[in-house]
């Protein structure tokens, strides 16, 4: 890393070199070791069958409804895990009513919610959703919770004495401030218990399309260089909304933790 935090030539040199080096020992031992294009498929495999994939268009609808579920149960997660997160870290009766009921519903695994997702909503986006839902929706309240109750008292009291008396004032201008990283932290892990819920949902009869659906349906086909394919979209994918989230949380939301103005 240079100074200021960004990559010099010979960091991205040995990232290049390390992929370099794991792309031509996979081939290697696809054609010369297995030799099983259904146990391993090489990269040359997998390359032509992303080529057939973007050539047939089906790619790009079925990465808008994998988003699109996705959206559907990050979004719902934040707009009911933080509220319910800051009223159990703020209020002490909220956390003894509702503390008992998460920790009894938080160890079921989410795909455990299937069944009932498909009952309730059928095979459609929401259902899909509503499994990413289940997943996200526990580290956001957690973490939210944790930030609030890690607010330092003294922070409040400066507040008080500065005239701000109201409970919603001192969320809004005291607590949420300072428990902004904790909440973040929660979000970005909601968002990669989600993604694997989401795969999963879709894998498992959820859904009719998307990323997750396509991986099962080329596995009963046989086609494991398409299933190889999806699965590396998945993670590409999933690592650029990761590093987006950090690029914006860290670059610009929490660029005062830092501790450094250019």
């Known amino acids: 890393m240079s100074k200021h935090g960004t990559k010099g030539p010979r960091e991205r040199g040995i990232e290049l070199l390390s992929v370099t080096m794991a792309i031509v020992l996979w081939q290697l031992v696809a054609d010369l070791v297995v030799n099983n294009k259904f146990i391993l498929p090489s990269f040359t495999d997998?390359?032509?069958a992303f080529i057939r994939i973007i050539e047939g268009g089906i790619l790009f609808t079925?990465?808008?409804i994998s988003l699109l579920h996705f959206g559907i149960g990050i979004l719902s997660a934040?707009?009911?895990?933080?509220p319910i997160g800051v009223a159990m870290g703020w209020f002490k009766i909220v956390n003894r009513a509702l503390d008992p009921l998460i920790e009894i519903i938080r160890p079921i695994p989410p795909l455990a919610w299937i069944p009932f997702a498909i009952v309730w909503f059928g095979l459609t986006h929401t259902s899909a959703g509503f499994v990413v839902f289940v997943g996200a929706v526990f580290p956001v309240i957690i973490n939210t919770f944790d930030g609030f109750k890690s607010v330092p008292k003294v922070y409040v009291e400066a507040a008080k004495v500065l005239?701000?008396?109201s409970s919603g004032s001192l969320i809004r201008y005291v607590a949420l401030p300072s428990a902004l990283p904790s909440i973040a932290s929660g979000i970005r892990i909601s968002m990669g218990v989600g993604w694997m819920c989401l795969v999963a949902a879709e894998m498992f009869g959820v859904s009719t399309n998307g990323l997750g659906y396509k991986i099962w349906w080329h596995y009963y086909l046989h086609q494991m260089d398409f299933v190889l394919v999806y699965m590396l979209i998945l993670g590409f994918l999933g690592l650029f909304i990761d590093r987006l989230f950090r690029w914006y949380v860290d670059g610009q939301?929490?660029?005062?933790?830092?501790?450094v103005v250019v």
Do not use: T, Y
């Not at 939301?253 to 501790?259: D, P, Q, S």
């Open 78 to 82: 934040l707009l009911i895990g933080i």
């Open 62 to 64: 079925d990465l808008a």
């Open 163 to 165: 005239g701000c008396m």
């Open 46 to 48: 997998v390359l032509f």
């Open 253 to 259: 939301l929490l660029k005062w933790r830092a501790g």
